[in-house]
């Protein structure tokens, strides 16, 4: 079992940053692909970013390629999502996950998600 917990999200105005945490317990972090997903209201759940087990490689969906950076902190167990010149469109639930496939993840564990708000 893999115990995730997000936190970070909030309020901010267009071309505004954040930068949420995903704090990992359990089993190693390590032996994990770890990434990033959003859901907006009345929308299905997409993949925003990943990043591989060893932290070397990375992945992001085209709409937040350039703008997000996702990273991960071995000491801390602890994963992030930088956002950069976020958009209204960027509003949704953020979820971090834990899992066996690259670069999709294959979410075995989620957590349980963060608000991010984006005013025009």
């Known amino acids: 079992q893999v115990q995730l917990v997000e936190s970070g999200g909030g309020l901010v105005q267009a071309g505004g940053s954040l930068r949420l945490s995903c704090a990992a317990s359990?089993?190693?972090?390590?032996?994990?692909?770890m990434g990033w997903f959003r859901q907006a209201p009345g929308k299905e759940r997409e993949f925003v970013a990943s990043i591989a087990r060893s932290g070397s490689l990375t992945y992001y969906a085209d709409s937040v390629k350039g703008r997000f950076t996702i990273s991960r902190d071995y000491a801390k167990n602890t994963l992030y999502l930088q956002m950069d010149s976020l958009k209204p469109d960027d509003t949704a639930v953020y979820y971090c996950a834990a899992g066996s496939t690259w670069p999709t993840v294959g979410s075995d564990y989620w957590g349980q998600g963060t608000q991010v708000t984006v005013s025009s």
């Open positions: 359990g089993r190693t972090f390590s032996n994990y692909v």
